[in-house]
């Protein structure tokens, strides 16, 4: 029975709340004299478990931690007492001092599966997976069913990346106890990382029928609803989340995303802007609204974004690179090739940015320059037919026949379908004086686009009268 007596204000009296607390605090406080002076035959022993009880409770962690050092100078060999501070110095963070606890404890019970469980949820916080599993399977040495640690062992296994295993003892969990919301939590993380996502899906709905004000289950709904395009729904999810949580940044910053994706941009930075409100560091943030910003071609809004970004962390080449296409597109190239340089110092294996910088080059008249960057595209995605059919092209302008004709059998290669690599390795084939070759490009470019037909009797004024075009073009 407690030492303190605060039954003489009901709890549901808002009115009485500030006296009330008012009244606790004395009790401590009284309690704290009495330890002092030893008074009103009250032991040091329950005086001290009274003020750690209260200060646990009251999630005032530190004092907490002063008082129950204090009782363990009366029972130190009591496991119960060095198991609880464990639990204090894990609240604080203090997660070596914790185990140095929980050992203390298990030295005088040694076959406590609870004891052995908080030690394994300490070392999990260390980053000592391994020393926490062991710890886990220990407890269920002792107690094979029990549910927390066959949850904390499925939890490190998790964090191992073994989602395998981790499914299995979750749906062993689920199995004896259909209502443990979080079993059907982690299950629906490990299917959703697995990508299963109409299963991970159905593990989120069942622990939402559970706990349903769980605004981190709602956010991870939508997480897998925007990975299978179901945009909509995961609004609605984010929304759920937010009504709970309005201060998420990470649910206003992905329903931002969501509505990017579905074109309603101004909606989009809407929930960009109140992601930045919550934290103005935001890089990704910073840069989607970038993005949305480029996208509406508002250049300069854009731009800003991009620098803003970059300020917070001046290593993120992708926004080097969207700040280099808008200074692209607002026909800045010298201030547009700087950037995509910088995103390439910081990323050289980026396709698109390469790719980028090529077109730059091109367009600059800067052709010979222009070929290394096509020629980097082709080696980072080799089935890529439209830099393979750039950098034919470039050969060919610059008089380099037979490496634009192998350029032009690349991208034949990598997209049979188009017309347009079969057109230009037809024109190669005329200055290499291959007519015969040539024509069978031609056909297969005619037939995949009948209107490269006109293109090429503008290009070549005149052809009808050479009597092997005459009936190609004949229609």
């Given amino acids: 029975m407690s030492i303190f007596d605060f039954t003489n204000y009901d709890d549901d009296d808002a009115e009485n709340e500030q006296r009330k607390k008012d009244r606790i605090d004395d009790?401590?406080?009284?309690?704290?004299?009495?330890?002092?002076?030893?008074?009103?035959?009250?032991?040091?022993?329950?005086?001290?478990?009274?003020?750690?009880?209260y200060y646990f409770e009251k999630e005032k962690y530190d004092e907490a931690l002063h008082f129950i050092t204090q009782l363990l100078e009366f029972i130190p060999y009591s496991a119960d007492t060095w198991q609880r501070k464990g639990i204090i110095l894990g609240n604080l963070y203090r997660y070596e001092e914790a185990v140095e606890c929980y050992d203390r404890a298990l030295s005088l019970n040694p076959v406590d599966p609870e004891l052995l469980i908080n030690k394994g949820i300490a070392l999990d916080d260390l980053g000592r997976i391994d020393d926490a599993l062991a710890s886990f399977e220990r407890a269920l040495e002792l107690d094979p069913t029990n549910e927390e640690a066959l949850l904390n062992k499925a939890?490190?296994?998790e964090k191992k990346g073994n989602y395998n295993d981790a499914i299995q003892i979750f749906k062993f969990i689920i199995e004896g106890n259909p209502e443990h919301r979080d079993a059907w939590y982690e299950l629906g993380?490990?299917?959703?990382?697995?990508?299963?996502?109409?299963?991970?899906?159905?593990?989120?709905?069942?622990?939402?029928?559970?706990?349903?004000?769980?605004?981190?289950?709602?956010?991870n709904?939508?997480?897998v609803l925007n990975r299978m395009v179901n945009y909509y729904k995961a609004i609605e999810s984010y929304e759920m989340a937010l009504a709970i949580h309005e201060n998420f940044p990470a649910a206003w910053y992905n329903k931002g995303n969501a509505y990017a994706n579905m074109g309603r941009l101004q909606d989009a930075i809407a929930c960009y802007r109140e992601t930045l409100r919550l934290d103005e560091k935001d890089v990704p943030a910073w840069?989607?609204?970038?993005?949305?910003?480029?996208?509406?071609?508002?250049?300069?809004?854009?731009?800003?974004?991009f620098t803003q970004a970059l300020k917070y962390d001046p290593t993120h080449y992708e926004s080097y690179f969207g700040r280099g296409s808008c200074y692209d597109s607002l026909e800045q190239y010298k201030r547009a090739l700087n950037d995509y340089n910088k995103a390439l110092s910081l990323c050289k294996d980026y396709p698109e940015?390469?790719?980028?910088?090529?077109?730059?080059?091109?367009?600059?008249?800067?052709?010979?320059?222009?070929?290394?960057?096509?020629?980097?595209?082709?080696?980072?995605?080799?089935?890529?037919?439209?830099?393979?059919l750039d950098y034919g092209e470039t050969l060919f302008e610059l008089g380099y026949f037979k490496q634009a004709l192998k350029a032009f059998d690349k991208s034949i290669d990598a997209n049979p379908q188009s017309a347009d690599p079969y057109y230009s390795r037809a024109k190669v084939l005329l200055v290499l004086n291959r007519p015969l070759e040539a024509i069978e490009s031609l056909k297969n470019s005619f037939q995949l686009?009948?209107?490269?037909?006109?293109?090429?009797?503008?290009?070549?004024?005149?052809?009808r009268s050479i009597k092997e075009f005459k009936n190609l073009l004949r229609k």
């Fill in 27 to 53: 009790e401590v406080n009284k309690l704290k004299d009495m330890l002092k002076d030893g008074s009103s035959g009250i032991t040091n022993i329950e005086a001290l478990e009274e003020i750690v009880n």
């Fill in 155 to 157: 939890i490190a296994l």
């Fill in 221 to 223: 709904r939508g997480i």
């Fill in 449 to 463: 686009d009948p209107a490269k037909r006109k293109d090429f009797e503008e290009e070549y004024p005149g052809v």
């Fill in 189 to 219: 993380y490990c299917y959703d990382f697995l990508d299963f996502p109409e299963e991970s899906l159905r593990c989120y709905d069942e622990h939402l029928k559970l706990d349903p004000f769980n605004h981190n289950a709602w956010y």
């Fill in 287 to 305: 840069h989607n609204l970038g993005n949305a910003f480029e996208e509406m071609t508002l250049y300069d809004e854009a731009i800003r974004c």
């Fill in 353 to 388: 940015l390469w790719y980028a910088k090529a077109d730059l080059l091109y367009n600059t008249g800067k052709l010979r320059e222009s070929l290394i960057s096509y020629r980097m595209v082709t080696k980072l995605e080799p089935s890529n037919h439209e830099a393979w």
